[in-house]
T-cell receptor, first 114, second 114 residues
Framework: AQSVTQPDIHITVSEGASLELRCNYSYGATPYLFWYVQSPGQGLQLLLK??????LVQGIKGFEAEFKRSQSSFNLRKPSVHWSDAAEYFC????????????FGAGTRLAVHP | SAVISQKPSRDICQRGTSLTIQCQVD?????MFWYRQQPGQSLTLIAT?????????ESGFVIDKFPISRPNLTFSTLTVSNMSPEDSSIYLC???????????FGPGTRLTVT
């Protein structure tokens, strides 16, 4: 069965610092991978996705993620964090068997210090 | 992308009653999904809403408790029946576009059962 692990429940960084949020997945084939962000009281916004091809993918808001098959990882990065990046971040894996239902990780809550 | 609206945005309901949540998208989509996000938790898929056929439910969710309708390619409803306080959650609708495997989420319906 597919699963997604986000090892860090809560991360705090200073504004301007770099950020890396970890995501590990379990899936038998090449997965469809996603990162979403949820701001307080908001729905989920798609940051970026990986289906195939270049393993370094660029997303919105200056985020990028790198797919590493050997490590079953899809970590999210940003070189310089802004206070507005404080939110909950979810990694998800898509089921490529016919339709794309998503399995979500537990989420990582990001706090940004001024 | 797709623009998704949900009604109501929030509600407070009494135990034993039912609430129907509507999801409207601004374009035709192949798949619509309903997720539940319990307080402080990640998202769990309830069911996939198929146009013209019965919804497909995930393990732990049943049609009698969460009946779903999908009358056309832009609209779906989820009913939470015979509610108990344990049903207090955010319910989110998502859609998958015809041209990609990306999923976009509505703003969610925050349900509190007293």
């Amino acid at each position: 069965a597919q699963s997604v692990t986000q090892p860090d429940i809560h991360i705090t960084v200073s504004e301007g610092a770099s950020l890396e949020l970890r995501c590990n997945y379990s899936y038998g084939a090449t997965p469809y991978l996603f990162w979403y962000v949820q701001s307080p009281g908001q729905g989920l916004q798609l940051l970026l996705k990986y289906f195939s091809g270049d393993t370094l993918v660029q997303g919105i808001k200056g985020f990028e993620a790198e797919f590493k098959r050997s490590q079953s990882s899809f970590n999210l990065r940003k070189p310089s964090v802004h206070w507005s990046d404080a939110a909950e971040y979810f990694c998800a894996v898509g089921d490529s068997g016919g339709y794309n239902k998503l399995i979500f990780g537990a989420g990582t809550r990001l706090a940004v210090h001024p | 992308s797709a623009v998704i609206s949900q009604k109501p945005s929030r509600d407070i309901c009494q135990r034993g009653t039912s609430l129907t949540i509507q999801c409207q998208v601004d374009s035709q989509v192949t798949m619509m999904f309903w997720y539940r996000q319990q307080p402080g938790q990640s998202l769990t898929l309830i069911a996939t809403a198929n146009q013209g056929s019965e919804a497909t439910y995930e393990s732990g969710f049943v049609i009698d408790k969460f009946p779903i309708s999908r009358p056309n390619l832009t609209f779906s409803t989820l009913t939470v029946s015979n509610m108990s306080p344990e049903d207090s959650s955010i319910y989110l609708c998502s859609v998958q576009t015809l041209s990609s495997y990306e999923q976009y989420f509505g703003p969610g319906t925050r349900l509190t059962v007293t």
